[in-house]
């Protein structure tokens, strides 16, 4: 602010509070009606005499008793009379309109294991008294509020979110952080009274898949195949569809076929993926304009490239997905505008979620998302001007993303990203394991959102699944960047493994064999040395004694697969390696960890701000049993 010009008073200045970046036909718009209306006139002399107002005492009290404290609730855990089981903790949570992290911070004898909750336990609901606010409690603003006044003497309301971030916890919704102490600001700073610029935010969640991910086939496959559906299809799924408020966005895996109409039989043929895709993630004709030498020298890869798997490559590639987001918020967009909401709406806001690469998709298209949304009544043919392809301009008409043919960006709306919730990145598209992610822009700048998150995989050892973390190089994360560590491999934190109860499944189709691969480990049992010599020595021929060792090895599998199941109840497999036959047993594995990675991602965008449909939200079947 100026005080004086040219040895004057200034006037004509005016403050006004937006909580977005001002957008260009605002900006455009502005004139003295406008300000007038909207923002605050800055008399300098009394701002300046402000810092000199005497400091009133507030109408405290210092909490020193006990008594003084208010006195703890608890909940007795019951069953649940729909599910037949014992109360979860979201469930109990939403009953004191807590949310599950804020319910466990006041119970943290459970913190080391959650799940032993049972029937008939006692928990604390509210505040616990080494919890509860200690000290001054400021029953009335010191002063009555006027334009302008010393910070001792205002004061305002705050709620802080959750008591396990107290000293890292911004106000909900926003970027700004609480004065919760008068020591942290001086007293003589003056404190002008602004208005804020009315905002209509709408929210939209967007959810990107993992590779070979799609959440309605597999939902199929949950019962007639070898996997199961993500934490992105499950919390999609719980996120808030509210008509003028809220809507949301889910794109299936690269390197899954989305059916227009849904034909079980695609899927049991196995003609729902193409495994070039989730291994390039790309588009055949981009592989080769990148890697063009790579495909000659692969001719087991070259080999496979038939008319069906080229045309299945095609639709399943990442920059086909990309398309099937810019079909469905051309859908949200032009329905709003339809219902006459759209042109009250002053700021689109985004939750992102992604998993695997398609964590490394809501990465990019964070990025894009804020260089603007597409203004369908501004048509535009060349080129876009943004410097990121693919962006959000794009039309919605096309197969493939064209930077070339699209829209103008929206001026009248700003745009911004509240929360991006990331399981374990793997970018390494074109080709797998090489870390690089062509025109894909995967860092993050700490101004793109207000939170982000990213949980990793401890035990992901496999090249082709390199992390792509938040920080870059051993520079510390920004303080709204968060990336913790989960116990199991890729999918044991995004998820997809099939059930556990998939492992004695008889009636698949044959393709995936009995029990299907994905459902077990394999554990050596015991090893044996084999005289080949002497098989071979009493055949008449090379042939004969390739048979012998054959035959034998039948044997051998057939009584040890009687075996294992006496003795295990389980499948049990045997190789011959080296002249030694190795007896394996096929030990089912839970896809439960998952539940732990899902539980975690939904608390924290919880704290940030979304509103889970709890009626809706599924915890993975083995995680729940």
């Known amino acids: 602010m100026y005080y004086q010009l040219g040895g004057k008073p200034a006037t004509n200045q005016h403050v006004i509070y937006l909580p977005t970046a001002i957008t260009r036909e605002q900006l455009d718009n502005v004139n003295e009606e406008w300000l007038l209306e909207h923002g605050m006139a800055i ?7 402000a810092r000199d107002e005497a400091v009133i005492e507030s109408d405290a009290q210092t909490q020193s008793s006990q008594s003084d404290v208010v006195k703890t609730k608890t909940h007795i855990v019951k069953s649940n009379s729909d599910t037949g089981k014992r ?47 200690q000290g001054v409690n400021i029953t009335e603003p ?72 799609n959440a309605k086939n597999d939902e199929y496959k949950e019962t007639h195949g ?118 009250d709406i002053t700021h689109i806001q985004f939750d992102v979620f992604g998993f695997s690469r398609g964590a490394a998709l ?62 374990d990145t793997v970018g390494s598209f074109y080709l797998p394991g090489n870390q690089d992610n062509g025109q894909f822009k995967l860092a993050l700048e700490p101004d793109c959102a207000q939170t982000i998150v990213q949980l990793t995989a401890h035990h992901e050892y496999r090249h082709n699944f390199p992390l792509t973390s938040l920080a870059k190089g051993n520079a510390p994360l920004p303080t709204n960047f968060y990336q913790e560590v989960f116990p199991g491999a890729h999918s044991d934190v995004g998820g997809g493994y099939p059930w556990q109860a998939q492992y004695n499944k008889t009636d698949l189709p044959p393709r995936y064999g009995i029990p299907t691969p994905s459902t077990y480990n394999l554990e050596e049992v015991d090893s044996k040395q084999q005289n080949l010599q002497a098989l071979a020595l009493n055949a008449q021929s090379g ?65 940030a701000g979304v509103k889970w449909e709890y009626d809706l939200y599924h915890l993975p079947k083995d995680f729940e049993e």
Request: aromatic share 10%.
């Open 362 to 423: 809501a990465r990019h298209f964070v990025n894009a998302a804020l260089k603007g949304i597409p203004d369908y009544d501004k048509p535009r043919n060349g080129d876009d001007g943004l410097g990121i392809t693919p962006n959000l301009l794009g039309t919605e008409s096309s197969d493939a993303f064209n930077p070339n043919q699209g829209y103008e960006v929206d001026s009248s709306k700003a745009v911004s990203v509240r929360f991006v919730g990331l399981f």
């Open 43 to 49: 008399d300098a002399e009394a701002l300046l005499a």
């Open 543 to 607: 042939y004969e004694a390739s048979s012998n060792v054959e035959h034998k090895l039948q044997q051998e599998q057939q009584q040890w697969s009687q075996e294992s199941l006496r003795d295990y109840q389980q499948y049990g497999l045997v190789t011959l390696e080296q002249g030694t036959l190795h007896y394996y047993r096929k030990q089912p594995i839970s896809s439960a960890l998952c539940g732990l990675a899902q539980e975690r991602m939904k608390q924290q965008a919880e704290i």
């Open 226 to 343: 070898d996997k199961s559906r993500t934490n992105i299809a499950r919390l999609f799924d719980a996120y808030p569809l509210t008509p003028g408020k809220t809507d949301k966005i889910y794109v299936s895996g690269v390197g899954t076929v989305d059916m227009e109409q849904f034909d079980p039989s695609v899927i049991d043929e196995g003609k729902d993926e193409s495994g070039l895709a989730q291994a390039l993630g790309v588009e055949l004709t981009n592989l080769l304009g990148r890697q063009a030498t790579w495909l000659d020298s692969n001719p087991e890869i070259k080999a496979l490239l038939n008319d069906d798997e080229r045309a299945k490559l095609i639709k399943s590639s990442a920059l086909y997905k990309w398309q099937s987001l810019i079909k469905q918020l051309n859908d949200i967009l032009t329905s709003l505008v339809q219902s006459d909401n759209y042109s």
């Open 87 to 133: 109360e979860t903790w979201p469930e109990i949570a939403a009953q004191y309109n807590l949310s599950a992290r804020e319910l466990l911070d006041f119970n943290p004898s459970y913190n080391d294991d959650p799940m032993r909750l049972a029937v008939g336990d006692s928990l604390v609901v509210s505040a616990p008294p080494q919890m509860q606010p």
């Open 142 to 213: 010191a002063a009555t509020p006027k334009d302008y006044q010393c910070a001792a003497n205002c004061s305002y309301e705050y709620q802080r979110p959750s008591f396990a971030t107290v000293h890292d916890a911004r106000i909900t919704g926003s970027t700004l952080y609480p004065l919760y102490s008068k020591y942290l600001v001086e007293e003589t700073l003056p404190v002008a009274r602004i208005q804020t610029l009315p905002q209509r935010t709408f929210t939209i969640g967007v959810f990107f898949d993992g590779t070979g991910q």
